[in-house]
């Protein structure tokens, strides 16, 4: 029993340190993704953390098989390279015991995962897609920051305002920008450069906005050329446009995992046998990972890592190709995605029972020899 524990403990804290690495690495790249979007004025910056907050389920369903598998790679393999494992093999700790040891915070891991997988992420993602049909309802206008010079239309428009007031009905020192193009060509028919006093906010019966500029000029021209057209106005109306928001969810992560049985679609079926898959690989990397945490002291602890690692990913990637052939139907339901659980669980029973096996024949060879 105190094997036991020390061992669960050395794999659960290693698996913790590396997920959180992890955890960190893969925030970090979103979050910047996001902030720029804010920055953009197609997200308003105070919902950025409701997002990866409720992202997060969603990152952690597939990091922490990943952060097990490395965590029993890394244990396992210090113990091996400091000879503990040698100790604990001459008092009878064989690979078989050794793995139904390793299966216990598996299946610790494998509950998390499929709570995350099939409860908490889908509700993440519908909390998301209601944060995102919010932004929907902004315009440029909601998003404005003072003193900040904000791209919009995908870079055609640049908006600065100096001041804006707390209720955001008021604007003071108003410029913008905006990049005409031809609808046919795409190509470039000069700028026009609005300038204003003052601006505010009115929305007309259809629901659409507009920015009204007060006591101002407008210019027209092509950059470089000298027949600038200076207009000015007391009062001038912009159609505000709407923030074209796309953080990659599709509408089926949403679906609760329940409505996904029984239903005849192959994308819900595949989506389906998805969540259920990420519980069930933890299970078949943690055979992975035993045999392969196996290492010589001489080696040092690293060798295998790199080979692990491309096994791990090999795995992943045959189960995303899977799930995207039963979406297009080209695979049956019923073959699905565990054709490649079976397959890679069959790779780590081999590696698990093929050492012994190897020591075996050896054995019986020179037993042979010996009796000749």
Do not use: C
């Not at 910047?32 to 997060?56: C, E, H, N, S, T």
């Amino acid at each position: 029993m105190i094997v036991f524990r020390y061992l669960s403990r050395e794999v659960l804290i290693t698996m913790s340190a590396v997920s959180a690495v992890l955890l960190v690495i893969i925030m970090s790249g979103r979050f910047i993704k996001y902030l720029a979007q804010a920055a953009q004025g197609l997200l308003d910056p105070g919902v950025l953390f409701l997002i990866m907050g409720f992202r997060l389920p969603g990152f952690l369903q597939l990091i922490l098989p990943l952060g097990l598998f490395l965590g029993i790679l890394l244990a396992y393999g210090r113990l091996y390279l400091e000879s503990e494992m040698t100790v604990l093999s001459a008092t009878g700790m064989s690979q078989q015991r050794l793995m139904a040891y390793s299966l216990a915070p598996a299946a610790v891991v494998a509950l998390l995962v499929g709570w995350l997988s099939l409860g908490l992420a889908p509700q993440g993602v519908t909390e998301v897609a209601r944060i995102l049909n919010q932004q929907e309802s902004l315009t440029e206008f909601d998003t404005l920051v003072p003193g900040r010079f904000q791209t919009m239309r995908r870079g055609s428009r640049v908006t600065y305002t100096r001041e804006l007031s707390q209720d955001r009905s008021e604007l003071a020192g108003v410029f913008m920008s905006e990049t005409n193009t031809s609808s046919q060509s795409g190509a470039d028919r000069g700028v026009s450069v609005v300038v204003a006093e003052r601006g505010r906010q009115e929305i007309q019966p259809d629901g659409s906005r507009y920015l009204i500029l007060e006591n101002g000029f407008r210019y027209d021209g092509n950059p470089g050329q000298a027949n600038y057209r200076a207009i000015e106005y007391e009062t001038y109306g912009v159609l505000l446009p709407r923030p074209e928001v796309s953080l990659e969810i599709s509408d089926r992560e949403a679906i609760p995992t329940h409505e996904l049985f029984g239903s005849d679609s192959l994308r819900h079926q595949s989506e389906l046998q998805w969540r259920l898959s990420l519980p069930l690989l933890v299970f078949v990397v943690t055979l992975l990972a035993v045999p392969l945490s196996r290492v010589n002291p001489r080696q040092g602890r690293f060798l295998k890592l790199l080979p692990a690692i491309l096994l791990y990913m090999t795995y992943l990637a045959l189960l995303i190709a899977a799930r995207g052939s039963l979406d297009k139907g080209r695979i049956p339901p019923a073959l699905g995605l565990w054709w490649v659980h079976v397959l890679f669980l069959g790779i780590g029973l081999l590696m698990l029972y093929w050492e012994p096996l190897r020591l075996n024949m050896k054995r019986r060879r020179a037993g042979s020899l010996a009796h000749d």
